[in-house]
């Protein structure tokens, strides 16, 4: 990797360290639920990005690893540690510590994660071999069958879904899940950024160009390919055990097809084949959310679908252009 391009992530990190701990001090509280919202978008946006803008193929079932992340937090915190979780609460006054937040934290990325990557590189397998439209409406099939899958198991648990959580008495307050979020936000853009530069990324360009010249000039389209699911998928999952720790560990909504148009839009707002530009999508579309959903609710999606047609027929590449500078530099 060039000298000039390992400044860019010391960049980033450092400039994410800044708002880490700027975030928390500014002691509003909508200012941080604000913070954890765009840093969720970006790190979702990321997550696509390395099958969609890296390698250019995009996905609609990309809100089925969201699903697996919620999933697994549920799991952990419904079924595996339930009773430990209310032992702990009932023993510190209502509070979990956080050494043991944390911990139950870490377990669902690593459920959310190991799951991820089994369903990516099994249905991989096969839809990969498509191309194209075809490999679109493929995923869509996959959003839904992984949906219902997760929905019947789900019902065989007893304790782990509604109200029956303990959630939120478990001392989540603002500020835990923020430095949660922060830590998940970090992780993603290291591992989005070093898959753009690397070798593998490369590969990935490659094969967005032009597959066919790239398999002949070598490269293992579809290994790279599939690897590039499993790292997208297990990146998503990490934000759905964010989403579940935070809002809700009922996860239903999280199969919602809407998440991987949102994710889409992003990366077609931003740029196709950058890292920069899933980030500059993302703080594109956080105002534009709130403006459609404010003046038409009902309507927020056509709307938000119209605007990608608009991208994909006008800016193809997105507003950056491209990803041939990095591709320069890469």
């Known amino acids: 990797m060039p000298r000039r391009s390992a400044v860019v992530p010391a960049i980033l990190l450092g400039a994410a360290a800044l708002v880490g701990l700027a975030g928390p001090s500014t002691g509003s509280t909508l200012m941080i639920s604000q913070a954890m919202d765009l840093m969720r978008l970006i790190g979702l946006s990321l997550s696509m990005a390395v099958i969609m803008s890296y390698a250019g193929y995009v996905s609609f079932g990309h809100s089925v690893f969201i699903g697996i992340g919620g999933f697994s937090a549920t799991y952990v915190v419904g079924e595996m540690a339930r009773d430990e979780i209310l032992g702990a609460v009932a023993q510190s006054g209502g509070f979990l510590p956080t050494g043991s937040l944390i911990l139950y934290y870490i377990e669902s990325l690593l459920l959310a994660g190991l799951l991820s990557a089994i369903v990516a590189a099994t249905i991989g397998a096969a839809v990969l071999r498509l191309r194209g439209a075809f490999f679109a409406i493929a995923t869509i099939g996959l959003n839904f069958a992984v949906m219902n899958i997760a929905r019947f198991v789900m019902r065989s648990f007893e304790n782990?879904?509604?109200?029956?959580?303990?959630?939120p008495n478990m001392g989540l307050t603002t500020v835990k899940l923020y430095w949660l979020h922060f830590a998940v936000f970090l992780l993603t853009v290291l591992i989005a950024y070093y898959v753009r530069v690397s070798r593998f990324g490369t590969g990935l360009a490659a094969i967005r160009e032009d597959e066919d010249a790239a398999e002949v000039m070598g490269v293992d389209t579809y290994r790279y390919k599939l690897a590039a699911f499993v790292t997208a998928g297990v990146l998503a999952s990490m934000w759905g055990?964010?989403?579940?720790?935070?809002?809700?560990?009922n996860v239903a909504g999280y199969f919602s097809l809407s998440h991987s148009v949102i994710m889409?839009?992003?990366?077609?707002?931003?740029?196709?084949g950058t890292f920069t530009g899933p980030l500059v999508g993302a703080f594109i579309y956080y105002p534009l959310k709130w403006y459609t959903q404010v003046i038409a609710a009902q309507l927020s999606l056509l709307i938000l679908g119209a605007l990608i047609i608009l991208v994909v027929s006008f800016a193809p590449r997105g507003?950056?252009?491209?990803?041939?500078?990095?591709?320069?530099?890469?």
Do not use: M, Y
Request: cysteine-free; proline content about 3%; hydrophobic content about 35%.
């Open 319 to 330: 507003g950056s252009g491209g990803g041939q500078g990095e591709d320069a530099q890469a």
């Open 160 to 167: 782990s879904v509604g109200e029956k959580v303990p959630f």
């Open 264 to 272: 889409i839009l992003e990366n077609s707002i931003g740029g196709i």
């Open 241 to 249: 055990v964010a989403d579940a720790f935070r809002t809700s560990f």
